[in-house]
């Protein structure tokens, strides 16, 4: 077993392909002092040779495989297998099976990327349904919430599949710290919601027996960030909504807060003062910070970078990759949800 | 018929009653000064007396009806209905139908307050399912936003009643505005989401043409607050999830900005000469202003208060009570649930 983490990127995938892929590339070779990672690249030849070389990156640290064709932003995942067998997404995940990647990383087309692993991967015998997982800040440190759009529609098998995986997930990134799983609903009473959520609720409880996690219960939307749990299980559709809603209530708050300090000549002589405490502020909220989501419940890992992100949210999903495979997330999920199977079988 | 605009109020109901209700009374009494306004006040005669003499309000402002009992917090909608007949709160609400008022204002248990309002009003005939309606700031002035939680599980049907109903009540609290519908979705293309957003979807295409609303389709949860919707129609268990997530995000953001700007000497130095750039932001996201409630559908308007609310919360959920009636929000939403039903009749 090559003992080196080998990462396959689809360099020409996102806004910004294939330059700030590779530069995102060269921030976290100078980063990393471990020497434990090499990177598959998926594009243009003549391209990504240009970039590496402006960055002066070894040709030790990567291998190029040459493509001819892009997955395009108006692809649909309907006609896209048959249309992007040659590109750099498609060859960028098949390289986990042809070639030795531990992980597949894409700004690329989400729907896309979603159709092409689930087709070339193949879905972990036992899930139901893979899931879209996603970082979100706490008070305390990181949420992982899942699903976040993947599945529209979920029973309650489903939600105790997402939260096994959630919690190795969880586990992976942070080895030292215990995931406790909660799922979101309108009320923290076990009465409260739909019979799915009621019937998930039992199985988690009964199943958090194993140890995977520790089970909270239901929580409400407003306790999401409060840090008392940290795995945040619900549908596609709810987990979307919850997503997008925060994302804009950060950026509505943050707008007005500009605005109002920017109002008067004496608050924008305030900013003078308080413009290291801001900074700090501004970097703990900094979206690039949590970028990148995971498919979970494919037989390989796939991480999918916001497609309009600079080298920095770049570097950040090529970290979580680091850190997925780092973590053994694979093995993790596995172990979790035998424990599901086992429960099962008592019956 | 009477004149002036009469609001029947449950003293009793909510954490701080019936001190911050009365006191909202005076708040509200002391800057309306078109003389428009009488109140029905229920709760405990002893207790109101003084309250209302603490304030000095003059006596012909209102009209006590004493009561013996309270709804508790412990109280279920199950069992409400046997318990609750001499509750202040069931008074106030049976009093639009034995005495004259207009509209009836509770800070007391949201789940009774429902179920009572909808056995002693009675849910309009050609309303499917009454919702809860709330304010939401954004960019531009405010969005109605519902459901909030009355219904967990809606069918297409009802979201195009709560269109019809929302709409109706952003024309009489914003007369001058045109009211903008926009169902919330997993994304704006109209292939997305649920069978039932997308049936929505196609008869609010066609409703619209009666001219009661602008229908802006499907709207992600990120641009809730970009002002270019305002009457936001959800499900109530995508609603509650969405409000009190956002509502979490304002408490992370503000407190992490908080410990930001006192982290340094430098930046608590900051804060006095950006004193009134903050003071106006936060006046400008004060929940407080957001109080108040709806509950759409049935034959005579309800408005909740938040129970925890101070003063200036229930003033804001008096003022919107007032705003409601000024409105004349019962025959808008007569007249725009009148257009469903000449719809159907045209197939």
Same mark, same amino acid.
């Given at each position: 077993? =090559?003992?080196?983490?080998?990462?396959?990127?689809?360099?020409?995938?996102?806004?910004?392909?294939?330059?700030?892929?590779?530069? &995102?590339?060269?921030?976290?070779?100078?980063?990393?002092?471990?020497?434990?990672?090499?990177? %598959?690249?998926?594009?243009?030849?003549?391209?990504?040779?240009?970039?590496?070389?402006?960055?002066?990156?070894?040709?030790?640290?990567?291998?190029?495989?040459?493509?001819?064709?892009?997955?395009?932003?108006?692809?649909?995942?309907?006609?896209?297998?048959? %249309?992007?067998?040659?590109?750099?997404?498609?060859?960028?995940? =098949?390289?986990?099976?042809?070639?030795?990647?531990?992980?597949?990383?894409?700004?690329?087309?989400?729907?896309?990327?979603?159709?092409?692993? +689930?087709?070339?991967?193949?879905?972990?015998?036992?899930?139901?349904?893979?899931?879209?997982? &996603?970082?979100?800040?706490?008070? #305390?440190?990181?949420?992982?919430?899942?699903?976040?759009?993947? %599945?529209?529609?979920?029973?309650?098998?489903?939600?105790?599949?997402?939260?096994?995986?959630?919690?190795?997930?969880? #586990?992976?990134?942070?080895?030292?710290?215990?995931?406790?799983?909660?799922?979101?609903?309108?009320?923290?009473?076990?009465?409260?919601?739909?019979?799915?959520?009621?019937?998930?609720?039992?199985?988690?409880?009964?199943?958090?027996?194993?140890?995977?996690?520790?089970?909270?219960?239901?929580?409400?939307?407003?306790?999401?960030?409060?840090?008392?749990?940290?795995?945040?299980?619900?549908?596609?559709?709810?987990?979307?909504?919850?997503?997008?809603?925060?994302?804009?209530?950060?950026?509505?708050?943050?707008?007005?807060?500009?605005?109002?300090?920017?109002?008067?000549?004496?608050? #924008?002589?305030?900013?003078? $003062?308080?413009? $290291?405490?801001?900074?700090?502020?501004?970097?703990?909220?900094?979206? +690039?910070?949590?970028?990148?989501?995971?498919?979970?419940?494919?037989?390989?890992?796939?991480?999918?970078?916001?497609?309009?992100?600079?080298?920095?949210?770049?570097?950040?999903?090529?970290?979580?990759?680091? +850190?997925?495979?780092?973590?053994?997330?694979?093995?993790?999920?596995? %172990?979790?949800?035998?424990?599901?199977?086992?429960?099962?079988?008592?019956?």
């Amino acid at each position: 077993m =090559n003992s080196k983490i080998i990462i396959a990127i689809d360099a020409m995938g996102g806004e910004n392909a294939p330059f700030k892929n590779i530069e &995102g590339v060269s921030f976290f070779l100078k980063k990393n002092k471990k020497n434990d990672v090499f990177f %598959n690249l998926y594009g243009n030849e003549v391209l990504l040779k240009e970039e590496l070389s402006k960055y002066k990156i070894s040709s030790d640290k990567y291998k190029i495989f040459s493509t001819t064709t892009i997955v395009s932003d108006e692809e649909t995942p309907l006609t896209a297998i048959k %249309n992007s067998k040659e590109s750099s997404m498609w060859k960028s995940i =098949n390289s986990q099976i042809t070639s030795n990647s531990n992980i597949t990383l894409s700004a690329g087309n989400t729907g896309v990327l979603f159709v092409i692993s +689930r087709m070339l991967l193949k879905t972990i015998e036992t899930v139901s349904k893979p899931a879209l997982a &996603g970082l979100w800040p706490n008070k #305390k440190n990181m949420n992982v919430v899942l699903d976040l759009g993947a %599945n529209v529609e979920c029973d309650e098998k489903n939600l105790v599949d997402f939260s096994e995986m959630g919690a190795a997930l969880y #586990k992976a990134l942070f080895p030292d710290d215990i995931p406790k799983v909660a799922l979101l609903n309108i009320g923290s009473e076990e009465i409260k919601g739909t019979e799915t959520l009621k019937k998930a609720y039992a199985k988690l409880k009964e199943i958090s027996a194993y140890g995977d996690f520790e089970f909270n219960g239901f929580i409400e939307g407003n306790k999401i960030t409060n840090g008392e749990s940290n795995v945040i299980v619900t549908d596609g559709f709810t987990g979307n909504i919850a997503l997008k809603t925060a994302e804009g209530t950060v950026k509505f708050i943050t707008d007005s807060l500009k605005k109002s300090l920017t109002s008067t000549l004496l608050s #924008k002589f305030s900013i003078i $003062f308080s413009y $290291f405490a801001l900074k700090k502020f501004k970097e703990k909220l900094d979206p +690039r910070k949590f970028n990148g989501a995971i498919f979970l419940g494919l037989k390989g890992p796939v991480v999918k970078s916001h497609g309009s992100t600079d080298a920095v949210g770049f570097y950040h999903s090529i970290d979580l990759c680091y +850190r997925i495979i780092k973590g053994d997330l694979m093995n993790k999920i596995k %172990n979790n949800l035998s424990h599901i199977d086992e429960d099962n079988k008592q019956k």
